[in-house]
């Protein structure tokens, strides 16, 4: 392990604060107060296999994890999973760290994806090829856009679980009364979004679009505009011809004239969810995590549909992997655990009819729960079929520092008024100078 690996992982350090990038509506799926454990039972037969589980879903998926590690527990004698919300998803990498450093890991956790890399090079996280092949399962078996954080060195070191992609959700209410189609370009969306404005003596009473304070929305715009966010080595940032400028002049423009509301840092995601649920704003880019929240509040004809392109369709994806542990002492029972969730309709696939994630699966895909939800639920669909453009542009072990920077370029830009190609090539700078160490 080198040493700026061991540094990062190894040590018991704090991670770096912030949103995660690819993680936006997170706040709803992870940082509820209320831990969501569940416990061995208490009459745990003699010879019994415990595996340690650590997740990082609060709340309502919390329960729903937790019922699904539930259902493992009772359909299995010899194994005893025992699930433990670990706090957002920052926080349980800084548990990971710490507990590696320990010699105490879990067996299998959730990690969010933009870190597998992190902990795949430092070499703790198992190779699960050999345990997929026992089972006769391969890597084909998982959508391609789910897979970009899965593979390193050539090994398969975690798998898809909790996902999500950003998409476009609009109150179609607001839109047809305005005569207005559901915009597919950018082009269209400024034009929508300028449409749907109402000032009320000069102030702006409701605004066209918002998402909330992340990095996930301009990397997804950067791609739109056909730039990347890394060049294809991870040596240096992507958007060499003017796709960064782009896609903050465009926010820019849009914010000018309140087409655009760009909330406060703290709190966004649910400030934007109770602006689109009130009909402050017409349409906003979320992720697909809280579709179940919007359409429950929503008292209007709630659609969603896909990000709109520039020169291009292109999405980051977000969510959370399941990963094992190289430390651990019960690999085969942990492997049972997690092929039952990708394989077993009592498993990940009714996780997903429960939560609103992404299904994960091809299987899961083309069956009968699956495609009954699409049929009553197009909206549920959208996001699954937007997987077709997904990109992974930030895929870097320095991506969690570098991650930081981008945030001081967005927050300067959008908050500052600070000129973009200024901050931009102060960003890129120290990006470069993160990527080189």
């Given at each position: 392990m080198n040493k700026?690996?061991?540094?990062?992982?190894?040590?018991?350090?704090?991670?770096?604060?912030?949103?995660?990038?690819?993680?936006?509506?997170?706040?709803?799926?992870?940082?509820?107060?209320?831990?969501?454990?569940?416990?061995?039972?208490?009459?745990?037969?003699?010879?019994?296999?415990?595996?340690?589980?650590?997740?990082?879903?609060?709340?309502?998926?919390?329960?729903?994890?937790?019922?699904?590690?539930?259902?493992?527990?009772?359909?299995?004698?010899?194994?005893?999973?025992?699930?433990?919300f670990q706090g957002s998803y920052d926080e349980t990498?800084?548990?990971?760290?710490?507990?590696?450093?320990?010699?105490?890991?879990?067996?299998?956790?959730?990690?969010e994806r933009a870190y597998v890399q992190m902990f795949a090079e430092a070499e703790v996280l198992e190779d699960l090829t050999p345990f997929m092949a026992k089972t006769n399962t391969s890597k084909d078996d998982f959508p391609e856009g789910l897979m970009g954080h899965s593979v390193f060195n050539d090994k398969i070191v975690s798998?898809?679980?909790?996902?999500?992609?950003p998409i476009m959700h609009i109150n179609k209410t607001m839109l047809d009364e305005k005569g207005l189609a559901i915009p597919t370009t950018w082009e269209e969306l400024k034009k929508v979004s300028e449409a749907l404005v109402v000032k009320e003596n000069g102030e702006v009473k409701r605004y066209g679009l918002s998402m909330p304070y992340d990095t996930w929305y301009p990397i997804a715009m950067i791609s739109q505009a056909g730039g990347k966010f890394f060049n294809d080595d991870a040596t240096s940032i992507g958007f060499e011809k003017g796709e960064g400028v782009k896609a903050f002049q465009y926010l820019k423009d849009l914010q000018s004239t309140g087409?655009?509301?760009?909330?406060?840092?703290?709190?966004s995601?649910?400030?934007v969810n109770q602006m689109f649920t009130s009909e402050k704003i017409g349409?906003?880019?979320?992720?697909?995590?809280?579709?179940?929240?919007?359409?429950?509040?929503?008292?209007?004809?709630?659609?969603?549909?896909?990000?709109?392109?520039d020169v291009t369709f292109a999405t980051p994806t977000g969510g959370a992997n399941i990963a094992m542990l190289t430390d651990s002492s019960k690999k085969d029972a942990a492997w049972e655990f997690i092929n039952w969730v990708n394989t077993d309709?009592?498993?990940?696939?009714?996780?997903?009819?429960?939560?609103?994630y992404l299904p994960f699966t091809k299987k899961?895909?083309?069956?009968?729960?699956?495609?009954?939800?699409?049929?009553?639920?197009?909206?549920?669909?959208?996001?699954?079929?937007?997987?077709?453009?997904?990109?992974?542009?930030?895929?870097?072990?320095?991506?969690?520092?570098?991650?930081?920077?981008?945030?001081?370029?967005?927050?300067?830009i959008m908050y500052d008024n600070k000129p973009i190609e200024p901050a931009l090539d102060t960003f890129k700078k120290e990006a470069e100078r993160l990527l080189s160490e």
């Open positions: 700026k690996l061991s540094a990062i992982v190894l040590a018991a350090t704090t991670v770096i604060s912030g949103v995660l990038a690819g993680c936006s509506g997170t706040q709803s799926e992870s940082s509820a107060p209320t831990p969501s454990t569940t416990q061995p039972s208490a009459s745990t037969p003699a010879g019994k296999t415990t595996v340690q589980f650590w997740h990082s879903l609060g709340g309502k998926n919390g329960e729903y994890i937790s019922a699904m590690i539930k259902r493992f527990n009772d359909t299995h004698d010899n194994i005893e999973v025992v699930g433990t990498v800084t548990k990971l760290q710490q507990s590696i450093a320990a010699k105490t890991a879990p067996d299998i956790t959730m990690l798998l898809p679980l909790n996902r999500s992609t087409a655009l509301y760009y909330p406060p840092a703290q709190d995601g649910n400030i349409i906003m880019f979320q992720s697909t995590g809280v579709m179940g929240t919007v359409k429950s509040n929503a008292k209007f004809d709630y659609v969603t549909a896909f990000l709109p392109k309709p009592q498993g990940g696939q009714q996780f997903i009819l429960d939560s609103g899961m895909v083309e069956s009968e729960p699956i495609k009954e939800l699409w049929a009553k639920d197009p909206n549920r669909k959208v996001a699954y079929d937007q997987l077709q453009y997904a990109v992974d542009t930030n895929k870097d072990v320095a991506w969690p520092q570098i991650m930081q920077e981008f945030f001081k370029a967005i927050q300067a």
